[in-house]
């Protein structure tokens, strides 16, 4: 029994106490605090996986993502309080643009007392999945139903994931424990002032302390819900949201035993050197500079534009800074597999990720024997560092490749960054043929 897998689950709400105070990430005409308040809560879904002395933390977060300073600290508020390391948990973030500011948009105010709160409220709900941990079966599947009311935003381009995977667990007497699915399709139907989980708070009502359903997002990042409907938020939200909701609420009700869970469990996590853009002419980012400068002056302070210019003239200092300084371009991010034998495994990148990408890493693990449902493609885990680009995406440009690193306030990713990803996960990838 010693290296029997034992699994636990529980949910608990993250909603800020004082929304009045609050900065929400991810749209750049936002420029006040939650002035409208809580749609709905923000929660943080936690299951354990114990075997032995090995414990593995699985963090499902109502929230855009984390840079660095806010990944440690979260992190390290749960390992105070749990024991386990943050090489053994993975955060993986639903990406709802109605949550607080975490570092996305660079040099928007942080709430750092709640992000310490929110790791505070992650851990004791990990304490409690440890403690709930049992022996499973696992029932996993890719439904029937897709997600219909999504589309890829770069225009000319057809790649789109509208599967949605779930696995549900039951204990040894039947009874569901949790539910794990995941879908492509960002979180940006809220664009109120308002907390919200956008249209996973669909999936939200379906979520109890004793039976979570915890939501991975997947290879999602180029795929928006269909905003040209021209419908009400809350008709939006509730659309899409109940796309993924219902069938998932079927499948749960009606998914059979499973199979027993009860491969090694084993994971893998390094701080991974990627490479980006190299930017080297001074002269030529310094008359960008003067240029952006100038446009910002002419702007009146009441115009949004002056808002836009300001990102770009900041991100041109950051970048000038950058070789001034002499230093290196590339980033540095955890990379993190997690697997149980050769039943599952989960796959953290700590990017917004792209259909491209994510099906690469989905077939490269198909290859060595893993079934397509028991593969988690999980973007936003862990640090959310921009955008990784796919190779074949440079001959088109556009924000995905060069003009979202400029409100994460990072450098432009170049086609180098996305082979580094994929290497490291192949390296993965061989030891299980």
């Known amino acids: 029994m010693q290296n029997t897998l034992r699994l636990g689950f529980a949910d608990a709400i993250i909603t800020p106490h004082h929304p009045e105070y609050t900065y929400l990430d991810g749209y750049g005409?936002?420029?006040?605090?939650?002035?409208?308040?809580?749609?709905?809560?923000l929660h943080a879904k936690v299951c354990a996986m114990a075997q032995g002395d090995k414990i593995f933390l699985l963090f499902s977060l109502?929230?855009?993502?984390l840079r660095e300073d806010t990944y440690r600290l979260v992190t390290s508020q749960i390992s105070d309080l749990t024991g386990v390391a943050r090489e053994d948990m993975a955060l993986s973030c639903i990406h709802t643009h109605a949550a607080p500011a975490s570092g996305i948009l660079d040099?928007?105010?942080?709430?750092?007392?709640?992000?310490a709160w929110m790791g505070e409220v992650c851990g004791r709900a990990a304490l409690r999945t440890i403690e709930r941990a049992c022996p499973v079966s696992a029932s996993f599947a890719i439904l029937p139903e897709t997600l219909q009311t999504s589309h890829n935003r770069r225009e000319g381009r057809d790649p789109i994931d509208r599967s949605i995977r779930a696995v549900a667990f039951h204990d040894e007497n039947g009874k569901l424990r949790g539910v794990i699915t995941s879908a492509a399709c960002h979180a940006v139907v809220n664009t109120a002032y308002s907390i919200s989980?956008?249209?996973?708070?669909?999936?939200?009502?379906?979520?109890?302390d004793e039976v979570p359903y915890l939501f991975l997002q997947g290879r999602g990042a180029d795929i928006n819900p269909q905003l040209y409907l021209k419908l009400p938020i809350?008709?939006?939200?509730?659309?899409?949201?109940?796309?993924?909701?219902i069938p998932v609420?079927?499948?749960?009700?009606n998914a059979p035993q499973g199979k027993a869970l009860a491969g090694e469990l084993?994971?893998?996590y390094e701080i991974v050197r990627i490479p980006m853009k190299e930017m080297t002419d001074l002269a030529t980012i310094k008359e960008e500079i003067a240029r952006q400068s100038e446009a910002y002056c002419a702007i009146s302070p009441d115009d949004i534009q002056k808002h836009f210019v300001l990102r770009q003239l900041q991100w041109y200092r950051h970048m000038a800074k950058m070789i001034e300084d002499g230093e290196d371009f590339a980033l540095h991010v955890p990379l993190q597999a997690l697997s149980?034998?050769?039943?599952?495994?989960?796959?953290?990148?700590?990017?917004?990720?792209?259909t491209l990408t994510g099906n690469k890493l989905e077939e490269m693990f198909a290859k060595v024997g893993f079934a397509r449902e028991t593969i988690y493609v999980c973007g936003y885990s862990n640090m959310t560092e921009g955008y990784l680009a796919p190779v074949e995406e440079f001959a088109f440009g556009g924000y995905e490749v060069a003009g979202a690193a400029h409100w994460y306030n990072i450098p432009e990713a170049s086609p180098e960054s996305e082979p580094a990803v994929l290497d490291w996960f192949r390296k993965i990838s061989e030891e299980f043929k």
């Open 62 to 65: 109502d929230i855009i993502g």
């Open 266 to 268: 084993n994971r893998h």
């Open 340 to 354: 149980i034998g050769k039943e599952c495994v989960f796959l953290f990148v700590p990017f917004e990720l792209l």
């Open 234 to 245: 809350d008709e939006m939200i509730t659309r899409l949201g109940s796309e993924l909701s």
């Open 249 to 253: 609420a079927q499948f749960s009700a």
């Open 197 to 208: 989980a956008d249209w996973l708070a669909e999936l939200n009502k379906l979520s109890t």
């Open 29 to 41: 005409f936002r420029l006040s605090p939650a002035t409208e308040g809580v749609r709905d809560d």
């Open 107 to 115: 040099e928007l105010p942080i709430d750092t007392d709640y992000f």
